[in-house]
């Protein structure tokens, strides 16, 4: 049920037996914690790290479809719709939703090319320096200036990272294991860190911020970066023709280092909150390329327009209470476990998603960094209640939840959740807040909604599941598991972490600590005259490099 009331906790007792009668699937401490002293501290602060800024700073993985040619030409111009304004275009403060806005103008200095791999971009070569993954070394590309005329060097690398890090957006998260930056000659900039990363070039890339070069002269203004762009990308932002939170564009840079790169005389982003205005949009012409949600994209298909999807966004509950403070039942093992038994992901998965969602247990895509392919809970309600009852649980107990108002598909999965636990005797009673206010009541609640994009591991330990994630771990749970793997892989090389990063993977679906239903897509749907480069399997290539259809 769906109220608007404050949270009453769940009735006390039902602790777990000494000796239980049926084992959990796994054997862990009560609520998964540490000891008092941690034996690995997490890297990161609360500043400026949020999950919506994460959903769309992940590569997505793609599935391209195509309809029946149609007509029609850009004449010269790529347009844009999107249903979320930047939350600003300076690259130091935006959000996942300002990706698209800051990318036509800030080159990277390490590219994600559409078929997943890194490639030189602002720097040429790069690399870690010893093992470890504490110093890592970059090479920038000469004779590159802004867009204001302001030439490249390692001296604006650094002035960059320092300012990135001092700014309230999502890269000052990632770059705070940052110890010391250093120009160690004109064009070579040396980062030392206080710990280690080994995500370095993915942070550097156009997909989190930290590599999208500001000119230092602006940045020594920064206030002017909110309606003028400065970077040393293809475009520059053209303010006489924009209207912040209406609609942007962005003309050639003059100074552009490799003008054979750029494939558009102008861009134009519209923003179009209401996705079937935007769907109309698309098919009459008026835009090109439009982001959406499943409910749009037979219409699209309908009407001749091409797809490119991904399940890239984890979606279901997060069982945050591990230890049990507010919702006494969660903190044994075994009932989270039973949680996760309890749900029929498939069915759930197909009643609102069609075939578009990929049923998950995991925080994981197929294909990606860390994904296991072992599934480790299987639908069972009789396991479930049995689970229940040997935790001291035979009549269930009362989940409190939170969710957001919007957007709509919270409630509708929430709902179909709590639809199958109360097979077993658990009454999920949602509640239903604004989305501001929700996103700061977490620790008021033992659950929450699950809507997290897919990442790398490391990244998503350090959002998610280690003790001090930002933002989504409100009760600073611990594992000692976890925490030594995280160690390990953050200080491994390629092939050694690939393991353990599954490894951590699994372990996070043992604990039980989330309740994932499945994958949500993110699409693109757009006309046939405009070339995306999107290869099945491989992360979605940025607005820069979209081409026309040949």
Same mark, same amino acid.
């Given at each position: 049920m769906i109220?608007?009331?404050t949270?009453?906790?769940?009735p006390r007792g039902?602790t777990?037996?000494r000796?239980?009668?049926?084992?959990?699937?796994?054997?862990?401490p009560?609520?998964g914690?540490?000891?008092r002293?941690?034996r690995?501290?997490?890297?990161l602060?609360?500043?400026?790290?949020?999950a919506?800024?994460?959903?769309?700073?992940?590569g997505v993985?793609?599935?391209a &479809?195509?309809g029946?040619?149609?007509?029609?030409?850009?004449?010269?111009?790529?347009r844009?719709?999107?249903?979320?304004?930047?939350?600003?275009?300076?690259?130091a403060k935006g959000?996942g939703?300002s990706?698209?806005?800051?990318?036509?103008?800030?080159?990277?200095l390490?590219?994600?090319?559409?078929?997943?791999?890194y490639q030189?971009?602002?720097?040429t070569t790069w690399?870690?320096i010893?093992?470890?993954?504490?110093?890592?070394?970059?090479?920038?590309?000469?004779?590159?200036?802004?867009?204001d005329?302001?030439?490249?060097?390692?001296a604006?690398?650094?002035?960059?990272?320092d300012?990135?890090?001092?700014?309230?957006?999502?890269?000052?998260?990632?770059?705070?294991?940052?110890?010391?930056?250093?120009a160690?000659?004109e064009?070579?900039v040396?980062?030392?860190?206080?710990?280690?990363?080994?995500?370095?070039?993915a942070?550097?890339?156009?997909?989190?911020?930290a590599?999208?070069?500001?000119?230092?002269?602006?940045?020594?203004?920064?206030?002017?970066?909110?309606?003028?762009s400065?970077?040393?990308?293809?475009?520059?932002?053209?303010?006489?023709q924009?209207?912040?939170g209406d609609h942007?564009a962005?003309?050639?840079?003059?100074?552009?280092?490799n003008?054979?790169?750029r494939?558009?005389d102008?861009i134009?982003i519209?923003?179009?909150?209401?996705?079937?205005?935007?769907?109309?949009?698309?098919?009459?012409?008026?835009?090109?390329v439009?982001?959406?949600?499943?409910?749009i994209v037979?219409?699209?298909k309908?009407a001749?327009?091409?797809?490119?999807s991904s399940?890239?966004?984890?979606?279901?509950?997060?069982?945050n209470?591990?230890?049990?403070?507010? &919702?006494?039942?969660?903190?044994?093992?075994?009932?989270?476990?039973?949680?996760?038994?309890?749900?029929?992901?498939?069915?759930?998965?197909r009643a609102?998603?069609?075939?578009y969602?990929?049923p998950?247990?995991?925080?994981?895509?197929?294909?990606?960094?860390?994904?296991?392919g072992?599934?480790?809970?299987?639908?069972?309600?009789?396991?479930a209640r049995a689970l229940?009852?040997?935790?001291?649980?035979?009549g269930g107990f009362?989940?409190?939840?939170?969710?957001?108002?919007?957007?709509?598909?919270?409630?509708?999965?929430?709902?179909a959740?709590?639809?199958d636990?109360?097979?077993i005797?658990?009454?999920?009673?949602?509640t239903?807040?604004?989305?501001?206010?929700?996103?700061?009541e977490?620790?008021?609640?033992?659950a929450?909604?699950?809507?997290w994009?897919?990442?790398?591991?490391?990244?998503?330990?350090?959002?998610?599941?280690?003790?001090?994630a930002v933002?989504?771990?409100?009760?600073?749970s611990?594992?000692?598991?976890?925490?030594?793997?995280?160690?390990?892989a953050?200080?491994a090389?390629?092939?050694t972490?690939?393991?353990?990063?599954?490894?951590?993977v699994?372990?996070?679906?043992?604990?039980?600590?989330f309740?994932?239903? &499945?994958?949500s897509?993110l699409?693109?749907?757009?006309?046939?005259?405009?070339?995306l480069?999107?290869?099945?399997g491989?992360?979605?290539?940025?607005?820069?490099?979209?081409r026309?259809?040949?």
């Amino acid at each position: 049920m769906i109220d608007g009331s404050t949270l009453i906790s769940a009735p006390r007792g039902g602790t777990t037996p000494r000796t239980p009668r049926f084992p959990p699937l796994i054997s862990a401490p009560r609520g998964g914690t540490t000891p008092r002293t941690p034996r690995f501290a997490p890297l990161l602060s609360r500043r400026g790290f949020t999950a919506s800024g994460l959903v769309l700073g992940a590569g997505v993985a793609l599935s391209a &479809c195509g309809g029946p040619h149609r007509s029609g030409g850009t004449s010269g111009t790529l347009r844009i719709g999107q249903p979320l304004p930047p939350v600003s275009l300076d690259p130091a403060k935006g959000g996942g939703e300002s990706l698209l806005y800051v990318g036509p103008a800030y080159d990277p200095l390490i590219y994600r090319a559409p078929d997943g791999s890194y490639q030189p971009r602002l720097a040429t070569t790069w690399r870690y320096i010893g093992t470890g993954n504490t110093a890592f070394e970059m090479t920038l590309r000469p004779g590159v200036t802004f867009s204001d005329g302001t030439p490249l060097n390692a001296a604006a690398v650094k002035a960059n990272i320092d300012y990135f890090r001092r700014s309230a957006g999502q890269a000052a998260a990632f770059l705070a294991p940052v110890e010391d930056v250093r120009a160690t000659g004109e064009l070579t900039v040396r980062i030392t860190l206080s710990a280690p990363d080994p995500q370095l070039p993915a942070l550097f890339s156009q997909d989190f911020f930290a590599g999208n070069m500001i000119s230092p002269a602006a940045i020594a203004r920064p206030g002017a970066l909110a309606t003028r762009s400065a970077g040393a990308g293809p475009y520059v932002l053209d303010p006489g023709q924009s209207v912040t939170g209406d609609h942007y564009a962005y003309v050639p840079n003059p100074r552009y280092w490799n003008r054979r790169d750029r494939h558009y005389d102008k861009i134009t982003i519209k923003v179009l909150p209401n996705e079937n205005t935007a769907l109309a949009a698309l098919k009459t012409g008026q835009v090109d390329v439009i982001s959406g949600g499943y409910a749009i994209v037979d219409g699209a298909k309908a009407a001749g327009m091409r797809v490119a999807s991904s399940p890239s966004i984890a979606m279901g509950l997060q069982l945050n209470d591990r230890a049990g403070r507010l &919702c006494p039942p969660l903190a044994d093992v075994r009932v989270r476990q039973a949680l996760n038994l309890a749900v029929d992901r498939a069915r759930i998965t197909r009643a609102l998603l069609g075939g578009y969602g990929v049923p998950t247990e995991q925080l994981a895509a197929p294909g990606q960094d860390g994904y296991t392919g072992t599934p480790f809970y299987t639908y069972d309600p009789a396991r479930a209640r049995a689970l229940l009852a040997a935790a001291g649980h035979p009549g269930g107990f009362t989940l409190p939840a939170l969710i957001p108002t919007a957007p709509a598909f919270y409630q509708d999965i929430v709902q179909a959740v709590a639809a199958d636990l109360a097979k077993i005797g658990v009454t999920v009673r949602i509640t239903a807040k604004e989305p501001a206010a929700a996103a700061t009541e977490l620790t008021r609640y033992p659950a929450s909604i699950l809507g997290w994009g897919v990442l790398p591991t490391y990244f998503m330990g350090r959002g998610l599941w280690l003790r001090d994630a930002v933002g989504m771990n409100p009760f600073h749970s611990s594992d000692p598991v976890l925490q030594d793997l995280d160690r390990k892989a953050a200080a491994a090389g390629e092939r050694t972490r690939a393991g353990l990063d599954r490894q951590i993977v699994r372990r996070v679906v043992e604990l039980g600590w989330f309740l994932p239903v &499945c994958l949500s897509p993110l699409f693109y749907l757009y006309r046939d005259d405009v070339d995306l480069g999107a290869r099945p399997g491989r992360p979605l290539p940025s607005p820069s490099s979209w081409r026309p259809a040949a």
